[in-house]
């Protein structure tokens, strides 16, 4: 007898809950991502803020498939995708599927600005995160030699744009760099001179969230030291600085969090598209005319009840991924598959060291106890058993001390 | 009262040992370093294996004086020394001193072979270290992608070149990953068709140690797998391999650790260097003529007691870095100081995981025992409390499983 083969590409939240629900012998899986490992995307700001290393967030494919002979892990980027003669293609391979799972996540969208991704990088891979990191150290390091200089005063503004969940987190993290962990660090620059700006276009942050939260939430980061502008739109982001529709901020380092596009593989399944680049799904999360095809996660626009697509998070990425892997353990046919629900389960953004806002089922809550909670569930649903114990005492230190553990710089200062 | 100044160029063991030792309250101490953290060089090789993240063993250099008030670090490179004027320079900015310590320690050599370093990279920088450990890695994911092909064997060639302590801790390593970590990762090839070749040109490898410890770490080394080649002598370098005086390898990971010499900056100095480049210098350490200049740690050519430049190990830039802070916290004129002296604690060298070679006093180890004496004193001399109990973490897990938990690749394997 030979097996069928189930083809998925992406190693996120979404494709590895997939591989991990075949169990059927009569399926052999193999799972193609671009990175040799997945990453645990909500905690990618704690890198680049220097509080955890890469390898703490992130975990080889290989070794959570080592258990499972049937999986094969490859490391590649897929360029094509065949949906009638049923093939994936990297560059110097191809692969014939019975069943294709696209889990391709999405990447920042710049709406349309090209050039502004040069000067106001995203946070959505390790080497995001670890330039980030590195912009962020450097302009200390450089502010310190410059001294007093007004020079020096550039190095030392930081903009965040966009004003969700990843937005309000980097903001947070920056502030408590500036104003806590590096106070006693410096001798010529007081690191307080340093301006944290966090833009939202949106009349509020955290627009998703109920607007108590939101306004907690701006109240905490201002406490912190973050300047928050909401009703401020971005128009400009040049080498200088950002050009708001209100003024002009000089910024050595500007961060990109304002928004998503699905990755541009998903063209080649010439199927209709949202405005965000996203596939439009059935209710079993396939293609139309192809039961055998399906997309999920940040690549897929799925609707909920009232007619809203789901957000971009891991707990509806990880859904999915269950989802359809039951359907392909049991290779359910298109007609027996019962409709993909969301199981919505509250939403949480942390603020700073022991503080966040979340809401679950109409429960908000904010301070010490979210972020509690955030704090749990983050290390419960992390990968890896060492990983948890490795991001829990750097945690441990980080609250008790403020201590930032991961702040390398790799390359030189000097011209 | 106008302070003294001591300028420190260096932030390795030499150098952060002097100003750890300078409290006179007359003295104001500058610690100049390319690079923003103090880097714990005996264990680079278990960042480069995958077996630590660079922050378990790197510190910044702000964070470990940051209680020292008339300490002032800045991150970047010295250019020029003048030593009539009394001066150091970096790119933008001079300072003069009342004191000097050059603590710049060694980088690879190549014994003028410059080709060789695009293709046998060395070991002394954490960028060292991630670079080797991509290629490590990429070359297993390569070689899968290629399946059972000849151009698949290639990458799991493996070629360390040099016996000291850190070609045989790096050979080791690769063994374990290929022979024992990676072991059940892989479905289309065996990692065991890998081959990992120690090259050494004396007669025996770790040539420092008695000959029966040398050959108790081949044997452990053979078991493990490595190929340990002696009375081999290395006579080219290129892209495919490497040719000794008796055979070709081919390789795609070729891993220097040869030789030393001391950092270019000496020459400003414009004092004898011997021929690894190093200061030749007086018995406080200092320069002939210049009682105020001292060259320390593995930049300085320090002779023992029988006219042997001491080793370039840590144990010997610690006692030297104490001894300058002493002389320098106490403002001890020449004519009182007197001559440094090496207190030799051993040497230890660790072959893979629980075994190790050493000898202090004349007594020999090996095996277990050798390697959790190797583990206490590398634990103990750790900088940063944090750092000791994650690093102690990874080595739990490492010990108890085999876990290499940072084997992540940042780059694309595609063309």
Redesign the interface.
């Known amino acids: 007898m030979t097996k069928k083969r189930v083809v998925i590409i992406g190693g996120g939240f979404a494709g590895i809950h997939v591989a991990r629900r075949i169990k059927n012998k009569e399926l052999e899986v193999l799972l193609l991502d ?4 997945h990453l645990f995307q909500p905690l990618l700001y704690q890198v680049a803020s220097a509080a955890l ?4 967030i ?1 975990f ?1 494919l ?2 959570i498939f ?2 499972y ?1 049937h999986t ?1 892990v ?4 897929v360029t094509k995708i065949d949906k009638e003669a049923r093939k994936v293609y ?4 191809e692969f014939s599927y019975d069943y294709l799972v696209v889990a391709t996540g999405a990447t920042h969208s710049y709406f349309g600005n090209k050039t502004w991704e040069q000067y106001a990088p995203g946070l959505k ?3 995001d995160a ?1 330039s980030i990191r590195e912009n962020i ?1 450097v302009s200390f ?1 450089k502010a ?2 410059l001294g007093d200089s007004e020079e020096a005063k550039k190095y030392l503004n930081f903009v965040v744009i966009g004003g969700g969940p990843t937005g309000v987190e980097m903001a947070g993290a920056i502030a408590e760099i500036a104003y806590s962990t ?1 106070l ?5 620059i007081q690191p307080e001179k340093a301006q944290v700006f966090l833009l939202e276009a949106a009349p509020r942050i955290l627009p998703p969230y109920p607007p108590a939260l939101s306004a907690r939430a701006q109240k905490d980061l201002e406490k912190m030291g973050v300047k928050v502008l909401v009703n401020t739109k971005v128009v400009d982001v040049v080498q200088e600085g950002v050009k708001t529709d209100s003024s002009f901020i000089s910024a050595h380092n500007i961060i990109w969090a304002a928004g998503n596009q699905a990755s541009a593989l998903l063209k080649a399944l010439n199927t209709p598209l949202d405005r965000q680049g996203r596939v439009v799904v059935e209710k079993d999360l396939s293609l139309p005319e192809h039961p055998e095809v399906f997309v999920i996660g940040d690549a897929a626009c799925v609707m909920n009840k009232k007619g809203v697509p789901l957000p971009a998070v891991a707990t509806a990425a990880i859904q999915q991924g269950s989802y359809i892997g039951k359907i392909l353990n049991k290779q359910i046919p298109k007609e027996k598959r019962k409709p993909f629900k969301y199981f919505d389960k509250g939403s949480l953004a942390t603020i700073g060291r022991a503080k966040a806002v979340g809401f679950i089922k109409g429960f908000k809550f904010a301070g010490f106890f979210a972020w509690i909670i955030w704090a749990f569930i983050h290390i419960v649903y992390l990968v ?4 948890r ?2 991001v829990l ?2 945690w441990y ?1 980080h609250y008790v001390n403020g ?1 930032r ?6 390359r ?4």
């Open positions: 671009k990175k040799n490992h290393s890469p390898a703490d992130a080889p290989r070794e080592k258990h002979p094969t490859l490391m590649g980027e990297l560059s110097d391979a891979t390790l080497a670890l150290l390091e310190e030699r590096l006693k660090n410096f001798r010529n890896g058993f060492k990983n114990y490795a005492l750097q230190f201590v553990g991961a702040r390398l710089i790799h030189s200062i000097d011209p």
